[in-house]
């Protein structure tokens, strides 16, 4: 079955400082990989996705994930983070080709940036 | 704006109560899904409609029942409600094109609390 872990469940950082979320799934096929973020109060947003191609993908709001497919890992950084980027960030895969188009979501890594 | 759009967005239930969470989107999407987020455990999957017609269970569809009323409306239905069922909802959509599955874009999300 597949599964995503993520194992940084709570973050804290400084405005400014560089950031790298962990994101490891478990699946023996072809995959596309997501991340979403949740600002407070609010729905689940696309970051990035991933489908095939380079391997590090560029999003909005200056992210870039990471696919490193011998590590089964797609790692979001960003440089230099602000204020707004306060949120929750979820992880999730889908099997490539999946009849059922189901995501897989990971626990989440609440990320908090202070001023 | 175009999107999945959620009603209600709060509702407070006693046990033993009935309820349904509607669910439309108008992006001409063939999947639809409901979610629901508990602090802790990411985003949990209780039913899908991958096509109009269908639907099937998720990981957590105990308790609850759903409609796909047609290609635009997917439906939760709480039949007796239970306290642990307290929990935010999300209904969310998605195409396919190809073998790819197409991000998955998401309603504001139903609070809804059980005494």
């Known amino acids: 079955a597949q599964s995503v872990s993520q194992h940084n469940h709570h973050v804290i950082l400084s405005e400014a400082a560089s950031l790298e979320l962990g994101c490891n799934y478990s699946?023996?096929?072809?995959?596309?990989l997501f991340w979403y973020v949740q600002y407070p109060g609010q729905h689940l947003q696309l970051l990035l996705k991933y489908f095939s191609g380079d391997p590090l993908v560029k999003g909005i709001k200056g992210f870039e994930a990471e696919f490193i497919k011998s590590k089964f890992s797609f790692n979001l950084r960003k440089p230099s983070v602000q204020w707004s980027d306060t949120a929750e960030y979820f992880c999730a895969v889908i099997a490539y080709g999946g009849a059922t188009n189901k995501l897989i979501f990971g626990t989440g890594t609440l990320l908090a940036v202070q001023p | 704006n175009a999107g999945v759009t959620q009603t209600p967005k709060f509702q407070v239930l006693k046990t033993g109560q009935s309820m349904t969470l509607q669910c439309a989107q108008d992006m001409n999407h063939n999947s639809m899904y409901w979610y629901r987020q508990d602090p802790g455990m990411g985003l949990r999957l209780i039913y899908y409609s991958a096509s109009e017609g269908t639907t099937d269970k998720g990981e957590v569809p105990n308790g609850y029942n759903v409609s796909r009323l047609n290609k635009r409306e997917f439906s939760l239905r709480l039949e007796s409600a239970a306290p642990s069922q307290t929990s935010v909802y999300f209904c969310?959509?998605?195409?396919?094109?190809?073998?790819?599955?197409?991000?998955?874009?998401f309603g504001d999300g139903t609070r809804l609390s059980i005494l």
């Open positions: 969310a959509s998605s195409e396919r094109t190809g073998y790819s599955n197409q991000p998955q874009h």
């Open positions: 699946y023996g096929g072809t995959v596309n």
